[in-house]
Structures are given as structure tokens and as C-alpha cells.
């Protein structure tokens, strides 16, 4: 259009368009959502490298370091923290589409700075057991409730990116996490968990003065009405739907993951003999390492990935990599070759997986329902993230070290044996609509 002086006036940028306020407004909300990710995971991950060795402590000095129930311990440890996220992610998800993500994210965080310190504390099995169930009930509201709130504020086009960034800001805590928690531990096993829950409060307060409440759509009756079944009900429903093969899939790549995350501080300390206590700074830069790669392809590949190829050649390609990975995990003879050989794979292959599958989620399903339907889909990242760590353990202790990563690589090529099936339905991105009906959908509160 022209202007007085006769010159044209630009037209306005396309809603989204880079350089759009639309654009603009997008990035800024999910950057300050990140930087609070980022620090709740950190202070969660801090623990990692400490578990075996909390073990230890607590079974006595007379315990052999050797001994592989300690493997065991620290998979029901894991267990028991992600078993509580199973039955909580979806109550804080809906809850969330109810009253708004920013309390749930605040009381969340309450939970985690006295649990953290309470995990600190603790000298005996019962307390750390105690710690981590009341961790995770509490801490279970923040994936479900940031994951929704990076749906809220990116349309279906960006919304692998901001996923992404969700899955980055969690990289990105797992690479400092680990690092500080065995530099820390060292000295004393209590203060990594000190520092986590100062991190937690420090968070809270982010959450409360800087990140805005996001605009929601309004939840519909059919997805508040939680009257009727039980939320196992609900999960085999869901399962039994149109985008079902994505929530299997969810499951099946988080439960190979478990296997690893819930026994390798344990393979550590006593397939390559890091067992005295300043060996926590190599079970931390073991992690912080794969926590690299994973923040390299969440952070950056990503982006240009789903926009070159889209998400189901990366949902592929993830699983496929997970299976070639783990089922070379055995044959590593030294913790050098483990690092540039299998551990490659696993996490590049986890890095593509969990953004892309959850994009593919949340596309798939209404407006409405993104809370409730990533707090299904955090139901089955938490039940399998229960299961893995329980499964491995009890392989660890009862076949042999190896035992876990085997499964692990057995059950990602049944995955992509699963993934090539539907490969179709994958591409599909319209909504296919998770009916959340009345009597159907109580899945949030109830066994």
C-alpha cells in the first residue's frame, strides 16, 4: 500500500514468520521455560553418579563393593522415583489445564527442595526410599506441565522445535548435573543433594517473577470430567487408538533407556572397578558425556533435521540406533571404547526419539487436550522409566552385568521392527482426535 510520500508500506510479517512478534513472543516464553528446566534437571541429575555409593553407606562398611544386589538397590531406587511420576504426571497434567501451569510448576518445585535436602540426609535404605517416592510424587508435575506449556505457546509447525528445546534444556541439566554431583560427592555425598535443593529454590522463585502464565485454550468438559476409570483403563484405551503405536513406542524406548540409566553407575563401579570414593567424578563425566551428545542433537540438529526430513525418518532412525547401540554394549572391553563405540548410537539415537515422538503426539491430538494428552504421554515415560530400572536391576543382579543392555537392544529391534510397520500412520499430522469422553477418561487419579 502506498504512503503519502509515495513509498510502499511492507506488508506485516506472516504470524510465526522468523522476525514476527508472534516469533518473537514464542522464543522468549520457551527460553525462560528452558533456563527453569534446566536448573529442576539439574538439580535431579546431581544424584546419579552418588547412588551406588549412598548403597554403600547405607548397607554398611562390611558390604562387599562387588556385590551386584547393590545393582539391584539402585534400579528399585530408580524404580520407585519414576513409579510415583507414573501415577502423578497425569494428575498434575490435567490439574494443570484446570488452574494453569505456572502453580503446578511452583509447587512442584517445593517438593523438590525438601526431598533433595531429605536425600541428603539420609543414612539408611528406609530414608532413601522415602526420599525419593515424596521426589517423585513432586517432581512428576515438571516434564508433563513444561512439555504442555511448550504446546501452549508453539503452533503444530514449531512445536518439534519447541519439544526440542524442552529436550534440550533436560540435556543440557544431565550434562552439568552429573559433572557437579561426582566433582561434589568426592568430598561428601550429602552436598551435591544440598546444592540440587538450593538449585530448586533458586528455580522457584524464577518460575514465580519471570515466566508467564502461557494462554491455554479452555478445557472442555470432556477432558475435565476424570469420574469414571481407572487410569490404567485409560492407557489401554489410548493404546488402542489411532496414535497408540506412538504412546507403545514412547514406552518401549524410555524402558530400553531405564535399563541403562537405572544400573550403568552400578556397572561402573564394578565391571571396570571405579569403587573408592573419588571415582564419582568419573561416574559424573560419563554421564555428563552422553549428556553432550544428546544436548547436540536436541539443541541444534534438530531443527534443521525435522525440517529437512520431518519427524518419522528421525523416530527411525533414533530407534535404530538405540538397537545398534545397546546390542554392542557388551562387547566394549575398556570404558574407552564404550564411549566412542556403543554409547554413541544410544545417544544420538535418544536425542532424535524424544522430541520427535512427542511432536508426533501432540500434533496428533486437539488443542484442548495437550495437557492431558502429554500427561499420558509422561504416564508411559514414567511407567517404562519404573519397569526398565526394576527389570534391569533384577537382571543385573540375577543373570549377569550384561544382562540389562541385552534387553535394552533386544527390545529397541522389536521397536523398529514395530516403528517400519507404521510408518504410514506416522506421516499422518493432521489430529486424529484422543476422544478423552467422560466415562472413560478418570485416568488421571485412580489404579
Known amino acids: 500500500?502506498?504512503?503519502?510520500?509515495?513509498?510502499?508500506?511492507?506488508?506485516?510479517?506472516?504470524?510465526?514468520?522468523?522476525?514476527?512478534?508472534?516469533?518473537?513472543?514464542?522464543?522468549?516464553?520457551?527460553?525462560?521455560?528452558?533456563?527453569?528446566?534446566?536448573?529442576?534437571?539439574?538439580?535431579?541429575?546431581?544424584?546419579?553418579?552418588?547412588?551406588?555409593?549412598?548403597?554403600?553407606?547405607?548397607?554398611?562398611?562390611?558390604?562387599?563393593?562387588?556385590?551386584?544386589?547393590?545393582?539391584?538397590?539402585?534400579?528399585?531406587?530408580?524404580?520407585?522415583?519414576?513409579?510415583?511420576?507414573?501415577?502423578?504426571?497425569?494428575?498434575?497434567?490435567?490439574?494443570?489445564?484446570?488452574?494453569?501451569?505456572?502453580?503446578?510448576?511452583?509447587?512442584?518445585?517445593?517438593?523438590?527442595?525438601?526431598?533433595?535436602?531429605?536425600?541428603?540426609?539420609?543414612?539408611?535404605?528406609?530414608?532413601?526410599?522415602?526420599?525419593?517416592?515424596?521426589?517423585?510424587?513432586?517432581?512428576?508435575?515438571?516434564?508433563?506441565?513444561?512439555?504442555?506449556?511448550?504446546?501452549?505457546?508453539?503452533?503444530?509447525?514449531?512445536?518439534?522445535?519447541?519439544?526440542?528445546?524442552?529436550?534440550?534444556?533436560?540435556?543440557?541439566?544431565?550434562?552439568?548435573?552429573?559433572?557437579?554431583?561426582?566433582?561434589?560427592?568426592?568430598?561428601?555425598?550429602?552436598?551435591?543433594?544440598?546444592?540440587?535443593?538450593?538449585?530448586?529454590?533458586?528455580?522457584?522463585?524464577?518460575?514465580?517473577?519471570?515466566?508467564?502464565?502461557?494462554?491455554?485454550?479452555?478445557?472442555?468438559?470432556?477432558?475435565?470430567?476424570?469420574?469414571?476409570?481407572?487410569?490404567?483403563?485409560?492407557?489401554?484405551?489410548?493404546?488402542?487408538?489411532?496414535?497408540?503405536?506412538?504412546?507403545?513406542?514412547?514406552?518401549?524406548?524410555?524402558?530400553?533407556?531405564?535399563?541403562?540409566?537405572?544400573?550403568?553407575?552400578?556397572?561402573l563401579m564394578q565391571h571396570f572397578g571405579f569403587t573408592r570414593m573419588n571415582s564419582t567424578a568419573v561416574q559424573g563425566g560419563v554421564f555428563t558425556y552422553v549428556g553432550v551428545l544428546m544436548v547436540l542433537i536436541q539443541g541444534g540438529a534438530i531443527r534443521p533435521l525435522v525440517k529437512k526430513f520431518g519427524e518419522p525418518p528421525l523416530v527411525l532412525a533414533g530407534v535404530g540406533l538405540m538397537a545398534l547401540g545397546f546390542l554392542t554394549f557388551a562387547f566394549a572391553p575398556k570404558l574407552w571404547v564404550l564411549m566412542i563405540g556403543p554409547m554413541i548410537p544410544i545417544a544420538v539415537g535418544s536425542g532424535l526419539n524424544s522430541p520427535a515422538i512427542r511432536a508426533l503426539i501432540s500434533r496428533k491430538s486437539a488443542a484442548t487436550n495437550q495437557g492431558a494428552t502429554l500427561g499420558i504421554s509422561a504416564s508411559f515415560d514414567s511407567l517404562a522409566r519404573a519397569t526398565g530400572p526394576a527389570a534391569g536391576g533384577w537382571l543385573y543382579a540375577h543373570v549377569s552385568e550384561a544382562a540389562p543392555y541385552w534387553c535394552a537392544g533386544i527390545v529397541m529391534a522389536v521397536a523398529f521392527l514395530f516403528a517400519v510397520l507404521n510408518y504410514g500412520p506416522m506421516q499422518i499430522a493432521d489430529p486424529v482426535g484422543l476422544n478423552m469422553a467422560p466415562v472413560e477418561s478418570d485416568a488421571v487419579g485412580k489404579t
Open 1 to 267: 500500500m502506498p504512503l503519502p510520500n509515495g513509498s510502499l508500506q511492507e506488508p506485516p510479517p506472516v504470524p510465526y514468520s522468523k522476525g514476527s512478534p508472534e516469533y518473537h513472543q514464542m522464543h522468549t516464553r520457551l527460553g525462560l521455560l528452558a533456563i527453569a528446566v534446566i536448573i529442576n534437571v539439574l538439580g535431579f541429575s546431581v544424584v546419579i553418579p552418588l547412588v551406588p555409593y549412598y548403597i554403600r553407606a547405607a548397607l554398611g562398611s562390611a558390604v562387599n563393593p562387588f556385590d551386584p544386589h547393590i545393582g539391584q538397590i539402585a534400579g528399585w531406587l530408580t524404580a520407585v522415583y519414576a513409579l510415583m511420576q507414573f501415577f502423578f504426571a497425569p494428575i498434575w497434567g490435567r490439574l494443570s489445564d484446570k488452574i494453569g501451569r505456572k502453580p503446578i510448576l511452583i509447587g512442584s518445585l517445593c517438593g523438590d527442595v525438601i526431598f533433595y535436602t531429605m536425600f541428603g540426609l539420609s543414612h539408611s535404605l528406609v530414608w532413601l526410599f522415602t526420599a525419593r517416592i515424596l521426589a517423585g510424587i513432586f517432581s512428576s508435575a515438571t516434564l508433563a506441565v513444561a512439555q504442555a506449556y511448550a504446546a501452549d505457546v508453539t503452533p503444530p509447525e514449531h512445536r518439534a522445535v519447541g519439544l526440542g528445546m524442552i529436550g534440550a534444556s533436560f540435556g543440557v541439566g544431565f550434562v552439568f548435573g552429573p559433572a557437579l554431583g561426582g566433582l561434589l560427592g568426592g568430598h561428601n555425598l550429602g552436598l551435591p543433594l544440598f546444592v540440587a535443593a538450593g538449585f530448586a529454590f533458586v528455580n522457584l522463585l524464577f518460575i514465580w517473577k519471570y515466566l508467564p502464565e502461557p494462554p491455554r485454550h479452555e478445557a472442555t468438559d470432556q477432558t475435565a470430567d476424570t469420574k469414571s476409570t481407572s487410569r490404567l483403563a485409560t492407557m489401554v484405551r489410548v493404546v488402542t487408538s489411532p496414535i497408540g503405536f506412538l504412546y507403545i513406542l514412547t514406552f518401549a524406548v524410555t524402558f530400553a533407556f531405564s535399563n541403562f540409566e537405572g544400573t550403568f553407575t552400578s556397572y
